[in-house]
């Protein structure tokens, strides 16, 4: 899972997608995931988005596409191309043989609605997706968003480094402070050599924690003296709080599985909403 959630809408009305997708949007950031709308106004486009597969989260169709009747045999047709996402149907006027062929198709997970009943519910398609994503969301794929997430932090902050042009023998220093106290090998182990391997892929953090490289990045921006910087500065500071302590505490304790699975969900909901905010802060610092 991811805080990604990926809707492949098909709907040769812009204003439908406008109009019904607002309450969707707005759901999915409430509970920490960006939503992502793919929009296809033809029938070539629709293929060719599904011949990508680009692991859509929610595939919506409207039924009349093109002043044409999607059917069922496209429903198969997705399903051809392993594509398992959950799929609705909406139509502008009740269908009442629609329900029963999609029944007959065989095609599992596969919702009947009418844009009547949609205007009238805003929640009916949030309703979906909600079902959708706590089926799945536990503690040990909220365990992957975080690490995954975390790793793609770590990055922006080298890149921030890197950018800065911050003088090697400064980084080095910093971390050899931080390593030589706890393993000898760094004593002995060569400039060059630990600038290559901080700067390998998925290996920086070997010498780099993701905590060292927040603090790192806080006490550059405070030697810079600019006011402006004092917002990211303090958002640095918050992330240690808001982003490591909760990725720690999922990798190494049991805290979560002790909780109630509201409260649970609710540690969830913030640790998610921090990390798009965070994310956000560090590609503008960039």
């Known amino acids: 899972m991811q805080l990604e959630y990926k809707i492949l809408w098909a709907d040769d009305n812009d204003d439908n997608i406008e109009t019904y997708s607002h309450p969707i ?28 597969n680009m692991n859509y989260n929610l595939i919506i169709l409207d039924f009349k596409f093109n002043d044409k009747p ?4 496209f429903i198969k047709y997705i399903r051809e191309h392993n594509i398992y996402s959950t799929i609705i149907l909406y139509t502008a006027a009740k ?3 629609l329900p029963e ?14 844009k009547h009943e949609i205007a009238e519910d805003r929640t009916l398609i949030s309703n979906i997706i909600h079902y959708d ?12 968003i975080a690490m995954a997430e975390v790793t793609n932090m770590d990055k922006l902050i080298w890149e921030i480094i890197v950018q800065e042009g911050i003088p090697q023998e400064h980084i080095l220093t910093y971390v050899r402070n931080n390593k030589e106290q706890h393993y000898n090998e760094f ?6 050599v630990i600038w290559k ?3 390998k892929e998925n290996r920086s953090t070997m010498h780099l924690s993701s905590d060292e490289r927040a603090k790192f990045i806080k006490e550059y921006l405070e030697t810079l003296s600019q006011k402006e910087l004092n917002e990211f500065i303090e958002s640095v500071e918050n992330y240690r709080a808001e982003i490591i302590t909760p990725r720690n505490q999922l990798t190494h304790q049991n805290i979560y599985e002790e909780m109630n699975p509201d409260e649970r969900n609710k540690k969830f909901q913030d640790l998610r909403k921090n990390i798009i905010k ?3 802060n560090l590609k503008k610092l960039i």
């Open 101 to 114: 062929e999609v029944y007959k198709s065989k095609v599992q997970n596969v919702y009947t609605l009418t």
């Open 187 to 192: 004593k002995d182990k060569k400039d060059n």
């Open 133 to 144: 994503l706590y089926k799945d969301l536990d503690t040990n794929s909220m365990r992957g």
């Open 278 to 280: 965070h994310k956000h």
């Open 197 to 199: 391997e901080l700067n």
């Open 70 to 73: 999607v059917g069922t045999d």
């Open 95 to 97: 269908d009442v043989k």
């Open 25 to 52: 949007i707005e759901f999915l950031e409430d509970e920490g995931f960006v939503c992502s709308i793919y929009p296809c106004r033809t029938k070539t486009e629709l293929e060719t988005a599904i011949s990508r």
